[in-house]
């Protein structure tokens, strides 16, 4: 699919490290399948992964 960010960039499949915070904590997940841009490197995650 064609980045919705940088509107150049195709998406490909891939793992990436998703930071989640919230208050005074913070999660690490890594090597989460997402599509990720090839050209600004912003990831889209599935529904089924979310």
Same mark, same amino acid.
């Given at each position: 699919m064609k980045c919705v960010i940088c509107k150049? %960039? *195709?998406? $490909?499949p891939g793992l990436v490290t998703v930071t989640l *915070?919230? @208050?005074e904590c913070i999660i690490v997940l $890594? $090597?989460?399948?997402?599509e990720i841009c @090839?050209?600004? %490197? *912003? =990831? =889209?995650?599935? @529904?089924?992964v979310t």
């Open positions: 150049h %960039g *195709e998406t $490909k *915070e919230r @208050d $890594k $090597k989460v399948p997402a @090839d050209n600004c %490197g *912003e =990831y =889209y995650l599935s @529904d089924a």
